[in-house]
């Protein structure tokens, strides 16, 4: 009997054992940086845009990651525009340059080298589809973007009201073709992958190691 | 959290992670990518499932019921299951290493020259992937043991419920031809499948052959079989646009063959057993239980 009644105990203890541990995790999500211009313009435009750090975390405030996280890394991943043209907008085709500015100066974001850029104006152009720029980013501008960003978010395990003073702006600047006009929004969307760090309660062993925050 | 539950339990029963965490392993990929990224799943669940079938050999006739405890870790000895080599979308091989859902926790940032850049999620990083099952073994008829394993658990909504069943059955071939008792040759086979309604399946067999010698208070064998695994995953989730995205993915076990060794003690009732299969994944296997 007595041997009966190790034997359960041992095999119980198995059981309630369970052996957990909090683990640390690694995930990348990726936000967008989205600028939006508003234009009803005929030949040279410029216009800004400007996102202050509160700005930038809520975009990953909005992601309910996690209860605890830190921002490890942030990327550029992709740059894409959106054209949405209203009535009266016959521009079929623009000249444009991005610039990315911040406190310390400006740098160049996105170039086509002065070549014009066919936009949608047909079903397209009213839809608001979604075109890859990626192909036109400055090293130089992505590298800017990245340095504010981080220095907005990396490190952080608190986003919440983040207001460090930092923001960048960027400026589309362009030239709409003599005799045509250019209705309607632009946005500039930046997609961002943002490598974060968190812990998670999982069975010992599942993670590559323990948390220690 | 919905959406977190069905791979979840793929991994471990009890892995817990937020809807989010969750959402950012399934967005990551897309293709062949995606498939090589969550391929080790089939390979870990393969072999993790199967071990601990068989211990006590069904050498005699006389009635026994076994309950018993199972507690598997999958290790990964070598990188071939926790690294791949992602393609472009050509299909082109690009050269590098990145991890799968098991692989390392270490994100792969490959920069481009415009200052873009290319990032290939982590993996969990595990350094081995547990699993715990709860079995009963009945026997011996005629040389013949039936091994049950049933695990269900329901979550708040009705899709939630996720289920385990599994049966083996063990033959004792042994007594047709070996003329010492204590030597045995054994074979196994053993058919598991666990799901959650709407999410996901996933079936898996094994059969094999048991070789060795058991005495009243140990036993000790080596092993050899072939082994299939499929998983099947089908359900919606949230993609980085708050869209609406379709997971759909098929999944079979790459290693077919499985074989290693294992031993054990039987002390009055209890019985402890431990088995290692010594093909990738590595399967360090050890179940104790109660005998009657």
């Known amino acids: 009997m007595k041997i009966k009644l190790i034997a359960i105990l041992l095999v119980s203890s198995t059981f309630i054992s369970g052996c957990f541990e909090r683990g640390k995790f690694e995930y990348v999500t990726t936000i967008d940086?989205?600028?939006?211009?508003?234009?009803d313009k005929s030949g040279e435009f410029s216009e800004s845009s400007t996102l202050t750090s509160n700005e930038i975390a809520r975009k990953v405030l909005d992601l309910d990651l996690a209860d605890d996280f830190i921002i490890k890394e942030v990327n550029i991943k992709k740059v894409g525009m959106k054209f949405n043209f209203g009535s009266g907008s016959t521009a079929d085709a623009i000249q444009y340059r991005v610039f990315v500015g911040n406190a310390s100066g400006r740098d160049p974001f996105l170039s086509a080298d002065g070549s014009q850029s066919h936009i949608p104006t047909d079903f397209f152009g009213q839809i608001g589809v979604e075109f890859a720029v990626t192909q036109f980013l400055n090293n130089k501008g992505a590298g800017?973007?990245?340095?504010?960003?981080?220095?907005?978010?990396?490190?952080n395990s608190e986003v919440y009201g983040v207001n460090n003073g930092k923001s960048y702006r960027m400026d589309l600047e362009g030239i709409v073709p003599n005799g045509k006009r250019l209705v309607g929004t632009i946005d500039l969307i930046l997609d961002v992958d943002v490598t974060y760090e968190t812990c998670e309660e999982v069975p010992i062993g599942f993670a590559e190691e323990e948390c220690i925050f | 959290?919905?959406?977190?539950?069905?791979?979840l339990f793929l991994l471990c029963l009890s892995f817990r992670v937020k809807a989010q965490n969750f959402d950012d392993f399934l967005k990551a990929y897309e293709g062949q990518n995606q498939i090589s990224y969550f391929q080790p799943l089939s390979d870990v669940l393969t072999a993790g499932l199967n071990s601990g079938h068989v211990d006590r050999m069904p050498l005699d006739s006389s009635f026994h019921f076994t309950i018993k405890l199972i507690g598997n870790r999958s290790y990964f000895i070598t990188d071939k299951l926790r690294t791949f080599e992602p393609l472009d979308a050509e299909g082109q091989a690009l050269g590098f290493q990145v991890p799968t859902i098991v692989g390392p926790?270490?994100?792969?940032?490959?920069?481009?020259?415009?200052?873009?850049?290319?990032?290939?999620?982590?993996?969990s990083g595990s350094r081995f992937i547990p699993l715990v099952a709860p079995q009963i073994t009945i026997g011996n008829f005629a040389g013949t043991s039936l091994s049950l394993r049933f695990a269900q658990y329901k979550g708040k909504e009705s899709d939630d419920t996720f289920r385990w069943i599994g049966a083996g059955v063990q033959h004792n071939l042994g007594r047709?031809?070996?003329?010492?008792?204590?030597?045995?040759?054994?074979?196994?086979?053993?058919f598991q499948k666990l799901g959650m309604n709407n999410y996901?399946?996933?079936t898996t067999q094994r059969a094999s052959i048991h070789a060795g010698k058991q005495a009243k208070l140990y036993h000790f064998y080596g092993f050899l079989g072939f082994q299939t695994g499929k998983l099947d995953a089908?359900?919606?989730?949230?993609?980085?646009?708050d869209l609406t995205s379709q997971f759909n993915i098929s999944l079979k076990n790459k290693n077919k063959l499985v074989g290693g060794v294992g031993a054990g003690l039987k002390l009055?009732?209890?019985?402890i057993n431990a088995e290692v299969s010594l093909l990738q994944p590595t399967v360090v296997s050890a179940n104790v239980g109660l005998s009657f």
């Open chain 2, 234 to 241: 089908d359900f919606e989730y949230e993609d980085s646009q």
């Open chain 2, 200 to 202: 996901f399946d996933f």
């Open chain 2, 1 to 7: 959290m919905k959406k977190t539950l069905p791979l």
């Open chain 2, 268 to 271: 009055s009732v209890l019985i």
């Open chain 1, 144 to 155: 800017t973007v990245k340095r504010v960003l981080s220095e907005v978010l990396v490190g």
């Open chain 2, 105 to 123: 926790s270490e994100t792969v940032v490959i920069e481009n020259q415009n200052g873009s850049a290319d990032t290939y999620v982590p993996g």
């Open chain 2, 176 to 190: 047709y031809f070996l003329k010492n008792t204590n030597d045995f040759l054994v074979f196994n086979y053993a």
């Open chain 1, 33 to 39: 940086q989205t600028f939006k211009y508003t234009l």
